[in-house]
Every structure is written in structure tokens, then in C-alpha cells.
């Protein structure tokens, strides 16, 4: 039988938001959907802010999946609303056609203590 190269990467796009300074966390998972082992390698395009990727390639058997995270750094100096869009690519070893990516997108929070008073004092109108 023919070698089948094949990936899936999940979720296709996700939003998370974060204060400024902090880091968020994307939990993305892989799956080798082909029938033959392979080796994923994995790139994050470039970006203002810090992208960290926990590892560069990851090795799956036919049918695996593996579970990663990627760490995007929302630096100090971000306002609230400003946002960045991330994408990550991941592409096959064995097949460079087959490919998939993922675009995360980090939201600066507006300051918190804002919107918690704003929130307090909608709720007290009559």
C-alpha cells in the first residue's frame, strides 16, 4: 500500500484575551491523519509579540494525535483593545502539499477594574 500523508490541526482559529504583560496559553491538538508514521513540523509566522512554541516538530504514528500548547506574550506597553493575530503552520514531513494552520488571535483586555465598577453599577439601576 501506498503511503497516505495527511494532518489535522484543531481548533482552525481561536481567540483568547489577556492583560498587558501577560502571557495566554492556546491548547491546539495534532493529529496524523494519514496511514503512515510522519514527522510535523511546526512554524509560527512572524509576529510584534512573543510567540513561544513548545517544540519545532513533533513525530506521530499513523492515527496520533498530540496535544501542544502555544504561548503568545501580550507586551506591557499593549492598550486595551489592541489584538494580534497569530498564525501557526503546520506542514508534513513526508508530503510538504499537505499542510494545515491555525490562527489565533490575542485581545488586550481592557482594564479590569473598569469593567467590573461599569458592571456594578448596571446592575444597581432600577
Known sequence: ANPVYGLTLEPEAATLSGAPAETVEFQLTLTNSGNTSDTFTVEADESDWVVSLPETSFELDAGASVEFVVQVSIPPEAEGGDSMVVTIDVTSEGDPSKAAISELT???????HWVFLAALFQGSAP
Open 106 to 112: 490575542t485581545v488586550v483586555e481592557i482594564e479590569r
